[in-house]
Every structure is written in C-alpha cells, then in structure tokens.
C-alpha cells in the first residue's frame, strides 16, 4: 500500500484525520528505508564504475597486444601482429600491388603485356531451345584442362536449356548459358565458359568421346581463347595462369588490370604509418582508462570526490599503468620516442617524433613496445598487468562480486522492511477504526444517558 493511503480519512465521532497521522507515522518509520536504499544506490553505483573500467581496461589490453609482438597464444608474431611491416605501391592503374609475408624493401618495374583470361565456346546454335536435341541416347565430353565431364542426353528428352543446365550443375569451373543472337534459323546459342583463366584450365570438346550429333568442335566457334598472363618484371618476362600474381616477387602480390604499354613502378616500403596508428591506439586507450580513474577517484587537486574515491583497485590500477609508463624500455625511455606524460598523468603522443625514431631505428623502436626473446616490452607488460585486473578471477571481478553482494542483501534487508511496513500501516489502520468504533459507542452511550436524565 502506497505511503499514507488509508481507506479511512477524517473520523466521524473523533474528529481526527486518520488517514494523516497513519501516514505521518509510517513515514517516520520508512526513513530507514532511505538510508538503505542510499547505501544500495551506492554499491550499484560503484559497480556500473567497474563495469565500465573493465570494458576500458579491456579495450586498452586489445590495442596493447596489437603491439606486443606475440599472437593471442603467446607465439611468435605472425605477419599480422609484426610492427615492422611493409607496404607496396603502384604508380599505375594498370597494376596493383599488396604485401604479404615475406616483403623487402625494393623497387620493380612491371609491364603488363597480357591479360589471363579462359576459354569461352559458343555453339552454332539451334532454332527452339525448348525441343530435344537428340533423337537417340548420347554423350556430349568436355576437357576442363586436365580433367573431362561426361554429360548424358537423353533421346527425345534432353533440349538446349536442359543441356545448359546439367552443365551448370557439375562440380566443375565451367558454367552455360543460351543466347539469343536474333537470327531467322539457329538462333538459339549455347555459350560454354571456363571458371578459370589460363591455358592449363582451357575447355574444349572431346571429338573422340562425344557421341552427340552437331556437337563436335567444328559445332563451336572459340570466341574466347584460354590465355595465360604475360608480364615483364624488371626485364624478366613470366607467364601465369592467373591476373593475380603472388608468386613473382617476394612477399608481394600484383593484380593485373589491364595491358600496359609502359612499365608501372612497384615500390614495397616499410610501412611506418601503420606502426604509427597502432602506438597512437595504445596511447588513446590508456588516456581513455586513466581520465576514467581521474574522474571516478577524485581529484586531490579539486578535492572532488568520485564514485570510486579512494579506492585501493582503481588506485593500484592507476600507479602501476603510470609506473610502467616512466620506466625506461630496453634502455629507452618512452619520451625519447614521442611518448610523454603531462601533468594530468595523460600521455601525449608525438606522431613526428615517433616516425622519425622509426626511420633512425626501427628495430630497437619495436622492441621497446615488443621486447626482444628474453623479455617483454612495454605493450607486453602492460597486457600481463591489465590481466590482473579483466581475468574472470582479477580484481575487477572480485569488486563487482562484492559489490553485488552488498547491494542484493541491502535490497533483501528492503523488502523485509517493506513487507513489515506494509503489516504495521495494516494494523494502524485497524486500531484507528477500533478506535473510532469505541468513541461512537461512547458517544452512543452519552447521548442515551442524557435523554434518560432529561425525562426525569
């Protein structure tokens, strides 16, 4: 029942308001309640913080690990986790270029002569794609490169689209279509290409197997001739079977676009721009978790007070991300390298500064964030840190275990209090109306007296 809400109001015979002076009283007895749910608030309060730390935390272990120079199973960096990757480029529109692993450093130059491309087989054509194409059972082979397919047609059943359609429906890099080139008689074309590019995956059909009538290889014409690429590397012709050509240059894959009539450079470089986005991400993350400790511990400047003010996991979070950081890594410290940290206890980065330590030195610049074999780097340390503190058993978990706790016994201690609230307004409510009875019979009672002493 809702505080002072009363199904008896003003009394008759007393003249009281009832209803008022229960919900008085029952508010004075509420007020504990108010403390309670202070208290709750407050570990809620407390462990939404952490919630949020933990995403933060979480965060800044993934950039930090994007440059700790291991994979997720603490192996060896694979090509995606190196720092010291690289990067290719092409001053033609004619070729692309992209690295993989593997690059060095090096300029070529690449001339496209000829494009890959497969075969494509158009048939004479017949006039109704819908009759059958056989009178009798027959076979129709086609060479896939090395390999052939049988197809089997079906005396008076089988019809152009059917023949498309088994076709299509092979396990095999081939496909089929009918065109209609507009033509009086035998206009209705079957079209057999190849899936593959190359002269190994050309197709053709097999004269010596194929029974079906009008449908040898003097029944096609080759609109498309199998052809492999031809491009020159730095004076050395190659040939492939496919436009995309990953094998020629070390760690480097070219697509080809187009024939070119001049040589496109190549050039693989380091890619120092992407060591750089990655630096500045770990540093945006670890800001990101210390303003989140400064707005939420209280400044000792301001005296503000936050919601986790003087909390030993949110300090010892703090102090030891912040000691970490003015420690020097592998003999450098990080200011030598852009990394500075400013009187809030943020870091500023100095892109400039970075790059220009990477180009002077970009092994030792990696191993301050990736260490070498026998020790970590700054990333690698600060990953093992942050684990303390997100791992499902870390200290993060344990407050927000504990803080759980606190809040769910403060709202059972609620609803106890609740239960009892609502009895004790019940009763209240039943002595007023006892109350009130008893003055009216009192009332009864006088009134009866005073009419018998009146008749006296």
């Known amino acids: 029942?809702?505080?002072?809400?009363?199904?008896?109001?003003?009394?008759?015979?007393?003249?009281?308001?009832?209803?008022?002076?229960?919900?008085?009283?029952?508010?004075?007895?509420?007020?504990?309640?108010?403390?309670?749910q202070q208290r709750k608030n407050g570990f809620q309060a407390q462990k939404a913080a952490y919630d949020q730390l933990q995403t933060k935390m979480n965060d800044l272990k993934s950039a930090a690990q994007k440059i700790d120079g291991q994979n997720d199973d603490l192996s060896a960096a694979s090509s995606k986790e190196e720092l010291l990757t690289f990067k290719a480029k092409s001053d033609s529109d004619f070729i692309k270029a992209s690295v993989k692993e593997g690059a060095k450093p090096a300029t070529h130059n690449v001339k496209v002569n000829q494009l890959a491309q497969g075969t494509r087989l158009a048939h004479l054509g017949?006039?109704?794609?819908?009759?059958?194409?056989?009178?009798?059972?027959?076979?129709?082979?086609?060479?896939?490169?090395?390999?052939?397919?049988?197809?089997?047609?079906?005396?008076?059943?089988?019809?152009?689209e059917g023949l498309a359609a088994q076709i299509n429906d092979l396990d095999a890099s081939i496909s089929a279509s009918i065109v209609n080139d507009g033509s009086a008689s035998n206009g209705f074309r079957l079209v057999i290409s190849s899936g593959s590019t190359g002269v190994e995956n050309a197709v053709s059909i097999n004269d010596a197997e194929t029974t079906l009538a009008g449908f040898a290889t003097s029944d096609f014409e080759e609109v498309q001739q199998a052809k492999d690429a031809q491009i020159t590397i730095d004076g050395i012709d190659i040939?492939?079977?496919?436009?995309?050509?990953?094998?020629?240059?070390?760690?480097?894959?070219?697509?080809?676009?187009?024939?070119?009539?001049?040589?496109?450079?190549?050039?693989?470089?380091?890619?120092?721009?992407?060591?750089?986005?990655?630096?500045?991400d770990f540093v945006s993350k670890i800001n990101d978790v210390l303003s989140f400790v400064n707005a939420n511990s209280g400044s000792s400047d301001n005296k503000a007070s936050g919601v986790l003010a003087g909390d030993r996991v949110l300090i010892s979070a703090q102090s030891?991300?912040?000691?970490?950081?003015?420690?020097?890594?592998?003999?450098?410290?990080?200011?030598?390298?852009?990394?500075?940290?400013?009187?809030?206890?943020?870091?500023?980065?100095d892109s400039a500064k970075f790059l220009e330590a990477v180009d002077e030195n970009p092994t030792l610049v990696r191993g301050v964030f990736a260490g070498g074999e026998s020790e970590q780097g700054v990333s690698g340390r600060l990953v093992s840190i942050v684990k303390e503190f997100v791992d499902p058993t870390g200290f993060i978990a344990t407050r927000q275990d504990g803080l759980q706790s606190s809040a769910d016994s403060l709202q059972d201690q609620i609803d106890v209090a609740e239960k009892r609230l609502v009895k004790r307004e019940d009763t209240l409510r039943k002595q007023f109306v006892n109350l009130e009875q008893v003055v009216s019979n009192l009332q009864s009672n006088q009134n009866f007296l005073l009419q018998q002493i009146g008749a006296v």
Do not use: H
């Open 320 to 349: 030891r991300i912040r000691n970490l950081l003015t420690e020097a890594q592998g003999g450098v410290s990080l200011s030598e390298i852009g990394l500075t940290t400013g009187e809030d206890g943020l870091i500023s980065f």
């Open 126 to 160: 017949v006039d109704d794609k819908e009759a059958a194409i056989s009178a009798s059972d027959a076979n129709l082979v086609i060479n896939i490169g090395s390999s052939e397919e049988t197809l089997e047609i079906k005396g008076g059943e089988t019809t152009l």
């Open 1 to 36: 029942m809702a505080e002072g809400t009363l199904s008896l109001n003003v009394g008759l015979a007393t003249g009281i308001d009832f209803g008022s002076l229960v919900g008085q009283l029952i508010s004075v007895e509420r007020r504990p309640l108010g403390i309670l």
């Open 239 to 280: 040939s492939r079977g496919t436009n995309s050509v990953s094998d020629a240059i070390d760690g480097v894959t070219l697509e080809l676009n187009d024939i070119s009539e001049e040589e496109a450079i190549i050039t693989v470089s380091r890619d120092n721009d992407a060591f750089k986005n990655k630096v500045s």
